[in-house]
């Protein structure tokens, strides 16, 4: 079982909608949250003229690109000029000015991977960077910091980094002639996985009333998908809002996600959810 964390958020200016400095017990690093339009906020900040690890957030698109840098503020200057996407970024630095630029480098290939294998967000990194050399002795130090951070990120409403490994939320399935689709609840996004089979046929019904639906599912299908004939065998994990937009998609007609979505059981997810077994 996790021991207990402290976290502490403290507001320079006051406010929610200012910068927000974020502090985790027991932790090396410590983060600073910064809205897009108080960017000028943080420029006599000392600690983010450090290495640092990233992440530029689209909260309304639940988008996140991630990045390092050895002046945050520089670098936030250059993003705010040439990506238009983000609304906030989280700055992840050392409480004690001890990470180097191989060190955030090596954490950004880390956190790049594992946000892109969650799926709990979109992530814009078209790549993972390479895995640069840092001394052994680092690795384990490393990836802890790399668990503070997917903490820290987590408290913050950004499931980037929730990991599926070694958890023991339901699997849920949803299955016809052509269809075996597979999810799971992750932060709170509801994610196909990867592997997942998506006949391409789709009700007329579905194309009348709901014809944003059907072009997000091509363009699903167009970036994550590999043909296999009357089928779609999803490449990646795909993040939805909700059980029911996942159910759309997957199914390619309005659906009741309570009785769409079974578990290895047979049971559907109301009859699991409302056991209070899920």
């Not at 000029?81 to 180097?100: C, G, M, P, R, Y």
């Not at 994610?191 to 014809?211: L, Y």
Request: charged share 25%; aromatic share 8%; net charge negative.
């Amino acid at each position: 079982m996790p021991s207990p964390r402290l976290i502490q958020t403290y507001l320079p200016d006051g406010t929610l909608e200012g910068v927000r400095v974020v502090e985790l017990s027991g932790s090396s690093v410590k983060a600073f949250v910064v809205p897009r339009i108080k960017l000028n906020d943080v420029k006599d900040r000392e600690e983010i003229k450090q290495p640092s690890l990233y992440l530029l957030i689209n909260s309304g698109d639940n988008q996140a690109y991630i990045g390092e840098s050895e002046n945050f503020y520089n670098r936030l200057k250059n993003h705010d000029q040439s990506k238009k996407f983000w609304d906030v970024a989280v700055a992840i630095v050392s409480s004690t000015n001890h990470l180097e630029k191989s060190d955030v480098k090596y954490l950004e290939s880390l956190a790049v991977e594992k946000a892109q294998a969650t799926a709990a967000m979109e992530i814009l990194n078209k790549t993972v960077p390479a895995r640069n050399n840092v001394h052994e002795f680092k690795l384990h130090s490393l990836n802890e910091v790399l668990d503070d951070i997917s903490l820290i990120a987590e408290s913050l409403g950004y499931s980037i980094f929730t990991s599926s490994e070694n958890s023991d939320e339901t699997m849920w399935f949803c299955e016809s002639k052509k269809t075996k689709a597979q999810a799971q609840f992750r932060g709170d996004k509801f994610v196909v996985m990867a592997g997942s089979v998506i006949d391409k046929s789709h009700a007329p019904s579905w194309e009348r009333d709901w014809p944003e639906s059907l072009v997000e599912r091509e363009n699903i299908f167009e970036k994550s998908g590999a043909d296999v004939g009357d089928a779609v065998k999803l490449s990646e994990n795909v993040a939805f809002r909700s059980p029911n937009h996942a159910g759309g998609f997957v199914a390619g007609r309005s659906v009741n996600a309570w009785t769409t979505w079974k578990d290895k059981d047979g049971r559907t997810m109301d009859e699991v959810m409302r056991s209070g077994e899920a």
